[in-house]
Nanobody, 114 residues
Framework: QVQLVESGGGLVQPGGSLSLSCIGDGGVFKFYSMGWYRQTPGNQRELVASISAHGALTVANSVKGRFTIVKDDAKTTLYLHMNDLKLEDTAVYYC????????WGQGTQVTVSG
Protein backbone atom coordinates (compact mmCIF):
# COMPACT_ATOMS: atom_id res chain seq x y z
CA GLN A 1 0.00 0.00 0.00
CA VAL A 2 1.45 3.35 -1.04
CA GLN A 3 1.07 6.15 1.45
CA LEU A 4 1.03 9.80 0.47
CA VAL A 5 0.73 12.34 3.27
CA GLU A 6 0.01 15.97 2.44
CA SER A 7 0.53 18.99 4.63
CA GLY A 8 0.67 22.76 4.33
CA GLY A 9 -2.88 23.77 3.53
CA GLY A 10 -4.58 26.65 5.24
CA LEU A 11 -6.20 30.04 4.93
CA VAL A 12 -4.52 32.79 2.93
CA GLN A 13 -5.54 36.17 1.54
CA PRO A 14 -5.72 36.85 -2.19
CA GLY A 15 -2.26 37.56 -3.54
CA GLY A 16 -0.64 35.52 -0.81
CA SER A 17 1.53 32.43 -0.97
CA LEU A 18 1.35 28.92 0.39
CA SER A 19 3.37 25.76 -0.05
CA LEU A 20 2.08 22.22 0.10
CA SER A 21 4.16 19.14 0.83
CA CYS A 22 3.53 15.48 0.11
CA ILE A 23 5.73 12.79 1.64
CA GLY A 24 5.63 9.39 -0.01
CA ASP A 25 7.42 6.09 -0.32
CA GLY A 26 10.76 6.18 -2.07
CA GLY A 27 9.74 3.66 -4.71
CA VAL A 28 6.81 5.79 -5.71
CA PHE A 29 9.01 8.77 -6.39
CA LYS A 30 11.43 6.73 -8.41
CA PHE A 31 9.02 4.96 -10.74
CA TYR A 32 5.81 6.99 -10.98
CA SER A 33 4.75 10.37 -12.18
CA MET A 34 3.78 12.60 -9.26
CA GLY A 35 1.23 15.36 -9.28
CA TRP A 36 -1.12 17.70 -7.52
CA TYR A 37 -4.83 17.77 -8.23
CA ARG A 38 -7.58 19.89 -6.71
CA GLN A 39 -11.30 19.55 -6.24
CA THR A 40 -14.13 21.90 -5.32
CA PRO A 41 -17.61 20.79 -4.21
CA GLY A 42 -19.69 19.45 -7.07
CA ASN A 43 -16.78 19.37 -9.50
CA GLN A 44 -14.38 16.74 -10.76
CA ARG A 45 -10.85 16.55 -9.52
CA GLU A 46 -8.59 18.49 -11.89
CA LEU A 47 -4.89 18.36 -12.54
CA VAL A 48 -2.93 21.32 -11.21
CA ALA A 49 0.60 20.20 -12.03
CA SER A 50 2.53 16.99 -12.48
CA ILE A 51 6.07 15.82 -12.98
CA SER A 52 6.99 12.57 -14.66
CA ALA A 53 9.57 10.10 -13.41
CA HIS A 54 11.92 11.63 -15.97
CA GLY A 55 11.20 15.21 -14.89
CA ALA A 56 8.79 16.34 -17.59
CA LEU A 57 6.40 18.99 -16.29
CA THR A 58 2.72 19.55 -16.96
CA VAL A 59 1.08 22.65 -15.50
CA ALA A 60 -2.55 23.75 -15.83
CA ASN A 61 -3.03 27.00 -17.71
CA SER A 62 -4.99 28.43 -14.79
CA VAL A 63 -1.95 28.30 -12.50
CA LYS A 64 0.89 28.68 -14.97
CA GLY A 65 3.35 31.32 -13.82
CA ARG A 66 1.97 31.25 -10.27
CA PHE A 67 2.41 27.64 -9.09
CA THR A 68 5.59 25.56 -9.15
CA ILE A 69 5.85 21.82 -8.66
CA VAL A 70 9.08 20.45 -7.24
CA LYS A 71 10.06 16.84 -6.55
CA ASP A 72 12.83 16.09 -4.06
CA ASP A 73 13.75 12.45 -4.57
CA ALA A 74 16.22 12.42 -1.66
CA LYS A 75 13.50 13.53 0.75
CA THR A 76 10.78 11.60 -1.12
CA THR A 77 8.76 14.81 -0.95
CA LEU A 78 6.66 16.55 -3.56
CA TYR A 79 6.03 20.26 -3.20
CA LEU A 80 3.59 22.70 -4.67
CA HIS A 81 4.66 26.31 -4.23
CA MET A 82 1.70 28.60 -4.81
CA ASN A 83 2.08 32.34 -5.33
CA ASP A 84 -0.37 35.12 -6.15
CA LEU A 85 -3.24 33.00 -4.92
CA LYS A 86 -6.72 33.83 -6.17
CA LEU A 87 -10.17 33.18 -4.77
CA GLU A 88 -10.71 30.52 -7.42
CA ASP A 89 -7.72 28.55 -6.13
CA THR A 90 -9.78 27.57 -3.10
CA ALA A 91 -10.08 23.78 -3.14
CA VAL A 92 -8.99 20.55 -1.53
CA TYR A 93 -5.59 19.72 -2.95
CA TYR A 94 -4.57 16.09 -3.42
CA CYS A 95 -1.19 14.54 -3.95
CA UNK A 96 -1.14 11.79 -6.57
CA UNK A 97 1.25 9.11 -7.70
CA UNK A 98 0.90 7.24 -10.96
CA UNK A 99 -2.04 9.13 -12.40
CA UNK A 100 -5.75 9.33 -11.49
CA UNK A 101 -6.28 5.58 -11.31
CA UNK A 102 -3.55 4.85 -8.79
CA UNK A 103 -2.52 6.45 -5.51
CA TRP A 104 -3.96 9.43 -3.63
CA GLY A 105 -3.24 11.31 -0.47
CA GLN A 106 -5.97 12.32 1.95
CA GLY A 107 -6.13 15.90 0.71
CA THR A 108 -5.44 19.25 2.30
CA GLN A 109 -7.74 22.29 2.25
CA VAL A 110 -6.56 25.55 0.74
CA THR A 111 -8.84 28.52 1.29
CA VAL A 112 -8.19 31.87 -0.34
CA SER A 113 -10.34 34.50 1.28
CA GLY A 114 -10.08 38.01 2.42
Amino acid sequence: QVQLVESGGGLVQPGGSLSLSCIGDGGVFKFYSMGWYRQTPGNQRELVASISAHGALTVANSVKGRFTIVKDDAKTTLYLHMNDLKLEDTAVYYCNAGGPTLFWGQGTQVTVSG
